[in-house]
Every structure is written in C-alpha cells, then in structure tokens.
C-alpha cells in the first residue's frame, strides 16, 4: 500500500527486452535502501526488486503491465517517480493507493501560471464514474486533487515542490501518464453495478 507522496526520483540506467517482458535498472537515492522481494512504486506501478547494486536496483514488467501503462516508453533516462511502501506506523499524507495502473491518460495542456502549473489529461469515457469533483487521482504515482471534471477529462494543478520533486516536469500535451483511480470510489461503483445486475 502506498500513499502517492514520492519519495525521489530515479533515472533508467539500462533496458533489456526479455520475451515479452521488459527488464529495467534504475539508478535512485534509495535503491541502496531497498531489498529483494521489495515492492516498490515507479511512477504508480507496483514492481518488485528483483536485484539491488549499488545506487542502482533492477525491475521486471509483463506483458500486462506494459500495455495498461505507459511503461512500454520508458527509456534510458527517463526519470521515475519513487515510493516505498507505507509503513504501519507512517502517516497517510496523500490517499491510499495500490500501485495497480487501471489506465493511461493523455495529457491535453501544460499551461504555467507565474508558480504553479495547470494540466489538463483527457482518459476513456467508461472511466468517468471513478472521476469526481475535488476527488483524489494517482498520476504517476503522485496523490493528486482533480478539479473541473469533464465527461472524459480533467484538470490538476501542481505546486512548485511537487513540480521539481517528481517526473510530472517531464509531461508535456501528448505525454501519457498511469492512471489509479480512487480505491474507495472503484468498490462503490463495483457495488452498485452489482445491485443492478441482481435487480
């Protein structure tokens, strides 16, 4: 479980293609910190170190993974939002949040407003009821509030800590970025479509 407050930010050191699955190093402030078998959010994924060396750790995506988030374009050098699990004594600064991507956004507009930055991400329309008003959203593994709430879009706005402090610098309009929708929200709708099923 985390909380969607990064940690730091790690940088791709090298990518393998195994099969259908895609090998990452990842070069970080904390890998030294993490242990094999560790689950470790990257950019709101949930991945398991595989092997620590160094200030570098080592993680595997499948096939899955790759195509319901936007791990298929991480490069060397792309930068990766971190977070270690929460500990049962820490706070929960941001919301709770799995690490399970349901979807990718589009980024449809960065527009920088003199501190702070406004961006706009557009996602598929059947994900609409997960979206509300003031709500909490995991972009990139980042604990976000969103606002002006559309059918199929939405606005975040980012302070200038979160903006030097995690990859949301590196989304421009056409970026993609992992989306997590509220847990909370997502058991709710769950019960109510049941409810209607069983009418």
Same mark, same amino acid.
């Given at each position: 479980?985390?909380?969607? =407050?990064v940690?730091?930010v790690g940088k =791709? /050191?090298?990518t393998t293609?195994?099969?259908?699955n895609k090998?990452?190093w990842?070069?970080?402030? /904390?890998s030294d910190?993490?242990?094999? %078998?560790?689950s470790?959010s *990257?950019?709101? #994924?949930?991945?398991?170190?595989?092997a620590?060396t $160094?200030?570098? *750790?080592?993680v595997?995506a499948?096939l899955?993974?790759l195509?319901k988030t936007?791990? $298929? @374009?991480w490069? #060397? %050098?792309?930068l990766?939002n971190? !977070?270690?699990?929460?500990?049962?004594?820490?706070?929960? %600064?941001?919301h709770?949040?799995?690490?399970h #991507? @349901?979807?990718?956004a589009s980024?449809?507009?960065?527009? !920088?407003?003199e501190?702070s930055?406004l961006?706009?991400?557009?996602?598929a329309?059947k994900?609409?009821?997960?979206? =509300? !008003? &003031?709500?909490?959203?995991?972009l990139?593994g =980042?604990?976000?509030t969103?606002?002006n709430v559309? &059918? %199929?879009a939405?606005?975040?706005?980012?302070?200038?800590?979160?903006?030097g *402090?995690t990859?949301?610098q590196?989304?421009?309009? $056409?970026? &993609?970025v992992? /989306? !997590?929708? @509220?847990?909370?929200g997502?058991y709710i709708v769950?019960n109510? @479509?049941?409810q209607?099923l069983s009418?």
């Amino acid at each position: 479980m985390f909380t969607g =407050i990064v940690e730091t930010v790690g940088k =791709i /050191i090298s990518t393998t293609q195994n099969g259908t699955n895609k090998t990452f190093w990842i070069e970080s402030e /904390i890998s030294d910190q993490l242990k094999t %078998d560790q689950s470790v959010s *990257h950019s709101g #994924v949930c991945l398991t170190v595989e092997a620590v060396t $160094g200030k570098t *750790h080592q993680v595997t995506a499948i096939l899955e993974t790759l195509e319901k988030t936007n791990l $298929g @374009d991480w490069q #060397v %050098d792309s930068l990766i939002n971190l !977070e270690r699990c929460l500990p049962m004594n820490g706070r929960l %600064d941001g919301h709770l949040v799995q690490g399970h #991507v @349901d979807t990718t956004a589009s980024c449809t507009m960065v527009n !920088e407003q003199e501190g702070s930055w406004l961006y706009r991400f557009q996602f598929a329309e059947k994900f609409a009821p997960l979206v =509300i !008003e &003031k709500g909490s959203i995991c972009l990139n593994g =980042i604990s976000l509030t969103v606002f002006n709430v559309g &059918k %199929d879009a939405f606005s975040v706005a980012i302070i200038p800590y979160t903006y030097g *402090h995690t990859n949301i610098q590196q989304i421009v309009a $056409g970026g &993609k970025v992992n /989306i !997590e929708f @509220d847990m909370v929200g997502k058991y709710i709708v769950r019960n109510l @479509d049941l409810q209607k099923l069983s009418a």
